[in-house]
């Protein structure tokens, strides 16, 4: 049922999203993104090597954030903006949790909008992938 902008209010939670992208995936993502930098997907690259690992696209961790907020609207409005930054390594095959909180609700020019304050947070609960949208209600 699409979202109702009388059903929530500033400081609610938005429903949490876990993702544990394996290899596999993210060489699909590799491919629908155009990132082919072998970080994501090669063991014997030398800076996976140097990390332990290969990590996950900060491209997916984005559009992940954005899926949360598009699962929370259900089609009661579009996304305006959404932002983020990367300031962790995700690994492959570890799950990690997108959600966020309303932290601001307005109306301005004939338009009801939010702002979501969102996180990607790791097994360790370190927010990896801080962001922000503001969505637009019908």
Not at 27 to 36: E, I, L
Not at 48 to 56: H, L, R, W
Request: proline content about 5%; aromatic content about 10%.
């Amino acid at each position: 049922m699409p979202l109702d902008w009388n059903s929530f209010e500033e400081g609610d939670a938005i429903p949490e999203l876990k993702k544990a992208p394996g290899v596999t995936q993210l060489v699909k993502y590799s491919a629908g993104g155009g990132d082919f930098n072998p970080l994501h997907h090669d063991f014997n690259f030398p800076q996976s090597k140097m990390i332990g690992s290969v990590i996950i696209h900060g491209r997916f961790k984005y559009a992940a954030l954005g899926e949360v907020v598009s699962n929370w609207l259900d089609h009661g409005g579009r996304i305006r903006l959404l932002s983020c930054q990367y300031r962790g390594m995700d690994l492959p095959d570890n799950e990690f949790t997108l959600g966020g909180t309303v932290k601001r609700k307005w109306e301005e020019g004939g338009e009801k909008l939010a702002e979501v304050e969102l996180y990607a947070k790791n097994a360790e609960g370190k927010n990896t992938t801080p962001g922000s949208a503001v969505v637009v209600f019908r």
